[in-house]
């Protein structure tokens, strides 16, 4: 005389015939990976000193990044394509974290010892002019239009940080 199976078994064995179905189609048309040669990096920036903080221009032509001087000064350089490496800064400054604007202007901060000065370049060739007074040093970027800028900060030390505009 034959058994029946209880229905439980019966939908287990539907189930697992199902996965293992699947499992065939799948490994079936996977198309295999094939490895991606990555090129080894090139070496930008000609100085010997420490470059940090890379952007892009809104124009992808130019890149600018913030690099360690003599005497603990920093400055922000500017290197572009088939062009020499040129300061946008100098002195006897600690200058950060360069930002394009979407407009073309730069920002950045400077270092003081009350905290840093959020600064701006409307042109690479203009003086910079103060935007604001921060206790971070944190990245900060544009509005799509330039009109604003937003950062991270906090309003006293014991303080959380926020963002501002």
Same mark, same amino acid.
């Given at each position: 005389?034959?058994?029946?199976?209880?229905?439980?078994?019966?939908?287990?064995?539907?189930?697992?015939?199902?996965?293992?179905?699947?499992?065939?189609?799948?490994?079936?048309?996977?198309?295999?990976?094939?490895?991606?040669?990555?090129?080894?990096? &090139?070496?930008? /920036?000609?100085?010997?000193?420490?470059?940090?903080? @890379? =952007? #892009?221009? %809104?124009? $992808?032509?130019?890149?600018?990044?913030?690099?360690?001087?003599?005497?603990?000064?920093?400055?922000?350089?500017?290197?572009?394509?088939?062009?020499?490496? &040129?300061?946008? /800064?100098?002195?006897?400054?600690?200058?950060?974290? @360069? =930002? #394009?604007? %979407?407009? $073309?202007?730069?920002?950045?901060?400077?270092?003081?010892?009350?905290?840093?000065?959020?600064?701006?370049?409307?042109?690479?060739?203009?003086?910079?002019?103060?935007?604001?007074?921060?206790?971070?040093?944190?990245?900060?970027?544009?509005?799509?239009?330039?009109?604003?800028?937003?950062?991270?900060?906090?309003?006293?030390?014991?303080?959380?940080?926020?963002?501002?505009?």
């Amino acid at each position: 005389v034959a058994r029946r199976l209880p229905p439980s078994w019966v939908a287990f064995f539907l189930v697992a015939l199902t996965a293992l179905w699947l499992g065939y189609l799948i490994a079936r048309t996977r198309q295999p990976v094939l490895p991606v040669d990555i090129p080894a990096p &090139r070496q930008v /920036t000609a100085h010997h000193f420490n470059s940090r903080s @890379p =952007a #892009w221009a %809104p124009d $992808g032509q130019r890149l600018a990044c913030s690099r360690d001087a003599e005497a603990g000064h920093s400055h922000i350089l500017l290197v572009e394509p088939g062009q020499p490496e &040129r300061n946008i /800064t100098s002195g006897a400054v600690r200058d950060f974290e @360069p =930002a #394009w604007s %979407p407009g $073309g202007g730069l920002g950045f901060l400077r270092e003081t010892p009350q905290g840093f000065l959020l600064m701006h370049k409307a042109a690479l060739d203009q003086p910079e002019r103060e935007v604001a007074r921060l206790r971070l040093r944190q990245p900060f970027c544009y509005s799509p239009d330039s009109r604003e800028v937003f950062v991270s900060d906090r309003e006293a030390a014991d303080q959380p940080a926020r963002l501002f505009r």
